[in-house]
T-cell receptor, first 110, second 114 residues
Framework: GDSVTQMEGPVTLSEEAFLTINCTYT??????LFWYVQYPGEGLQLLLK?????DKGSNKGFEATYRKETTSFHLEKGSVQVSDSAVYFC?????????FGAGTRLTVKP | DAGITQSPRHKVTETGTPVTLRCHQT?????MYWYRQDPGHGLRLIHY???????DKGEVSDGYSVSRSKTEDFLLTLESATSSQTSVYFC?????????????FGSGTRLTVV
């Protein structure tokens, strides 16, 4: 069935390092793709989205490009900060069917 | 998020008792969802609603029921709580069903069944 697979964590980086979190999906049709972020004790927050192939979503220095040919939506940031420490979830959405990856915990050290 | 609130935030209950969790929104969104979050599983959909009195099952609906008598409220009931239902429960809302706008999540309810 449809699913989302993202790289396992935890990921630990030093401040100002480059971040990549891989995400691939399987789906029928043409889903939208999302990255959500969850800080401790809170619900998920939408970080960025892309609704069609080759779209690039971006927010707060994070970027991800909808790659239909590789069914991927990898999250990147050029220079992470300590405040980016959180759990990141990749998701694909298609008419009331939002499927989430298992989450990747990122810790950024000063 | 100011537009969606969950209550209670924490609850401890005994096995076999009924439990109701409440989700309240002020955004007038049509779609509402209940998810549970467990380590290693991400979020899994329990039930969702696409309008007043219109609900449908998600992938882990056994042991749960829902009701939506008003646009703003979506209730999740554990009919007879079991230890396997210990989890963090999140409510989410959406204007378009998630295809365009994604979901907005509440802050969660941590439920412990002892």
């Amino acid at each position: 069935g449809d699913s989302v697979t993202q790289m396992e964590g935890p990921v630990t980086l030093s401040e100002e390092a480059f971040l990549t979190i891989n995400c691939t999906y399987t789906a029928t049709g043409y889903p939208s793709l999302f990255w959500y972020v969850q800080y401790p004790g809170e619900g998920l927050q939408l970080l960025l989205k892309a609704t069609k192939a080759d779209d690039k979503g971006s927010n707060k220095g994070f970027e991800a490009t909808y790659r239909k040919e590789t069914t991927s939506f990898h999250l990147e940031k050029g220079s992470v900060q300590v405040s980016d420490s959180a759990v990141y979830f990749c998701a694909r959405g298609n008419n009331n069917d939002m499927r989430f990856g298992a989450g990747t915990r990122l810790t950024v050290k000063p | 998020d100011a537009g969606i609130t969950q209550s209670p935030r924490h609850k401890v209950t005994e096995t076999g008792t009924p439990v109701t969790l409440r989700c309240h929104q002020t955004e007038n969104h049509r779609y509402m969802y209940w998810y549970r979050q467990d380590p290693g599983h991400g979020l899994r959909l329990i039930h969702y609603s696409y309008g007043v009195k219109d609900t449908d099952k998600g992938e882990v609906s056994d042991g749960y029921s829902v009701s939506r008598s008003k646009t703003e409220d979506f209730l999740l009931t554990l009919e007879s709580a079991t230890s396997s239902q210990t989890s963090v429960y999140f409510c989410a809302i959406s204007e378009s069903g998630g295809l365009i706008d994604g979901y907005t999540f509440g802050s969660g309810t941590r439920l412990t069944v002892v």
